[in-house]
Each structure stands twice: as structure tokens, then as C-alpha cells.
T-cell receptor, first 116, second 111 residues
Framework: EPEVTQTPSHQVTQMGQEVILRCVPI?????FYWYRQILGQKVEFLVS????????KSEIFDDQFSVERPDGSNFTLKIRSTKLEDSAMYFC??????????????FGSGTRLTVV | KQEVTQIPAALSVPEGENLVLNCSFT??????LQWFRQDPGKGLTSLLL?????REQTSGRLNASLDKSSGRSTLYIAASQPGDSATYLC??????????FGKGTTLSVSS
């Protein structure tokens, strides 16, 4: 079964450093997403991406965050200057359609980001 | 603003019991609802997706129902096993938003 692959599985970084989280969505999917889950809290939406641009973003996704699809397969989330409160599990997801025609999202196994 | 609530927050049952997990949402204008399983420190595994026009979906020992008008969904697990121990998340998909998740029900099945 097709998978969404995320790397690394765990990253520790110092406060103020830049991090890039990487994802390889399912190859025929067109819609890509980042979510995060702070320990003990709900999974929260960050951003969605379609046709090489952001289609939607939450209030969490401020100027410190950016996304990119640098080639035909990778989808990245960059945090420019990490804060302690950025520590969370970050999930990448993809889908082949959106809205009422969406038949489900496939999530990756996540990257646990720890900011020290 | 859509809110998704899952009750109970935690549930412990002995092996073999049938159980029901509940999910409610405040805005009934959804496209679909998806149930996920999350093992500790791991990713989200999709279990079942119910379109807004459907009433239920089944996969093995799992059955999910949807009552869109009342804003409720249930996940029924038959003959529970220790391997079913995990957190079960409910999420809704609606116009103009990405998936909105509940906080989950953490299930523990003892042998």
C-alpha cells in the first residue's frame, strides 16, 4: 500500500536554529498538508499546498514557517528560528482530491521535533 | 467554528468485550468523517472514512456510523483484543477547512 514517508523520525535542535522537515507524499496525490501535535493535545492543521502554492493556512503558520516542493517528489516544512513551543510531532499528509471529493487523507509516521 | 469532541477520553476493557467510541461535531455541514488509530509516539493510521451521504462503513471488526444531522459518529469495535490498545481519533472534513480533529479516546484492552 502506498505510504507517505517522513524524515527524520526524530530531530533535536537548539532554540533559534532553523530546521527542515521532509516528506515524500504518495506519488499520484496532488494535495499536501502539514499538521502538528503537541504532546497531549489535539492534532492541529498548519498548512495545505496545491499546484505549487499554499491553498490554506492556520494562524499557527506564521512567518517563521514556510513550505516548499523543491522537486517532483519532496514536500518540506521549514521553521526558520525554532522556539521551545515548536516542540511537537509534525505530520505530513497527502490526498488525491479535496473537498467533497476527498476520499481520505494518508498520513506519514511523523517527525518528533524537540527544541532545547 | 467547528469543534470535535470525543467521549470518553479513556476507556479500559477486558479482552473480548464489544465497545463503542463516540465522536460529536458542532457543525453538521461536513463532507466526510474519518476515524484514525494512533499508537503511542507514532503516526496516524486511517481506519474508516464515511462520506456525508453514507450512514456507516465496516472493516473487519470495526464499524463506524454517521448521523450527520445530529452531529454524531460512533466507532464500534467487536470482540476487542489487546492489539486494539491505542488512541482513536475522529476528524471531520468540510468546505474551506482542512481536517479538524478531536482529542481522541485512549483505549486499553487487557488480556
Amino acid at each position: 500500500e502506498p505510504e507517505v514517508t517522513q524524515t527524520p523520525s526524530h530531530q533535536v535542535t537548539q532554540m533559534g536554529q532553523e530546521v527542515i522537515l521532509r516528506c515524500v507524499p504518495i506519488s499520484n496525490h496532488l494535495y499536501f498538508y502539514w499538521y502538528r501535535q503537541i504532546l497531549g493535545q489535539k492534532v492541529e492543521f498548519l498548512v495545505s499546498f496545491y499546484n505549487n502554492e499554499i491553498s490554506e493556512k492556520s494562524e499557527i503558520f506564521d512567518d517563521q514557517f514556510s513550505v516548499e516542493r523543491p522537486d517532483g517528489s519532496n514536500f518540506t516544512l521549514k521553521i526558520r528560528s525554532t522556539k521551545l513551543e515548536d516542540s511537537a510531532m509534525y505530520f505530513c499528509a497527502s490526498s488525491d482530491r479535496t473537498g467533497r471529493y476527498n476520499y481520505g487523507y494518508t498520513f506519514g509516521s511523523g517527525t518528533r521535533l524537540t527544541v532545547v | 467554528k467547528q469543534e470535535v469532541t470525543q467521549i470518553p477520553a479513556a476507556l479500559s476493557v477486558p479482552e473480548g468485550e464489544n465497545l463503542v467510541l463516540n465522536c460529536s461535531f458542532t457543525d453538521s455541514a461536513i463532507y466526510n468523517l474519518q476515524w484514525f488509530r494512533q499508537d503511542p509516539g507514532k503516526g496516524l493510521t486511517s481506519l474508516l472514512l464515511i462520506q456525508s451521504s453514507q450512514r456507516e462503513q465496516t472493516s473487519g471488526r470495526l464499524n463506524a456510523s454517521l448521523d450527520k444531522s445530529s452531529g454524531r459518529s460512533t466507532l464500534y469495535i467487536a470482540a476487542s483484543q489487546p492489539g486494539d490498545s491505542a488512541t482513536y481519533l475522529c476528524a471531520v472534513n468540510q468546505a474551506g477547512t482542512a481536517l479538524i480533529f478531536g482529542k481522541g479516546t485512549t483505549l486499553s484492552v487487557s488480556s
